[in-house]
């Protein structure tokens, strides 16, 4: 089992790549947080980022740390946009601002894409580039056990059993 400790060091060691692959200078504050109510919600929060007082507060109960890290990469991401600017320029953070604000849907963009990669590249270089993962189709890279068991298919269609067309849950 992985603990807050595991979260912790991850984030550690992750943080100057990170710093450096972004370019920013201003540091940010972290939180690690556990909250029973957010946990039982399927759509909890992850993750947010405070502009203002420059913190990152992560959400940790029941995730994998790995999980953890990606939230903590693309919070990292809005702190860079922040320090270089980006929300002078925000509009308010009510619900369906993603949807609604195109400067801040842009940022949005920036964030998933910029941090998911970031710990994908961090990953393969912490590795050394020793581990493939998805080498070849999906298929081929999960045991046929798992790849049968249950797949959601286009339009969320479920238990195809593998046939063409078909994502691993």
């Known amino acids: 089992m992985h603990t807050k400790?595991?979260?912790?060091?991850?984030?550690?060691?992750?943080?100057?790549y990170a710093k450096e692959k972004m370019g920013f200078k201003q540091p940010c504050?972290?939180?690690?947080?556990?909250?029973?109510?957010?946990?039982?919600?399927?759509?909890?929060?992850?993750?947010?980022?405070?502009?203002?007082?420059?913190?990152?507060?992560?959400?940790?109960?029941?995730?994998?740390?790995?999980?953890?890290?990606?939230s903590f990469s693309h919070e990292l991401v809005h702190h860079a946009q922040n320090c270089r600017g980006d929300f002078a320029d925000m509009g308010p953070t009510t619900e369906g601002y993603a949807q609604t604000d195109k400067h801040l849907r842009e940022m949005e963009k920036e964030a998933?894409?910029?941090?998911?990669?970031?710990?994908r590249?961090?990953?393969?270089t912490r590795n050394g580039l020793k581990q493939h993962r998805?080498?070849?189709s999906i298929a081929g890279s999960i045991p046929q056990a798992d790849r049968?068991?249950?797949?959601?298919?286009?339009?969320g269609v479920r238990k195809n059993n593998g046939k063409s067309g078909g994502w691993p849950t």
């Open 5 to 16: 400790n595991t979260i912790h060091e991850l984030i550690r060691e992750f943080y100057p």
């Open 29 to 70: 504050k972290v939180f690690l947080r556990e909250d029973a109510d957010n946990y039982s919600d399927p759509l909890g929060k992850t993750a947010y980022y405070d502009p203002n007082s420059r913190e990152i507060h992560l959400y940790t109960q029941g995730r994998h740390p790995k999980d953890v890290l990606r």
């Open 112 to 119: 998933y894409l910029e941090g998911n990669l970031m710990v």
């Open 121 to 124: 590249d961090w990953c393969d």
């Open 134 to 136: 998805g080498m070849g």
């Open 148 to 155: 049968d068991s249950d797949w959601v298919g286009p339009a």
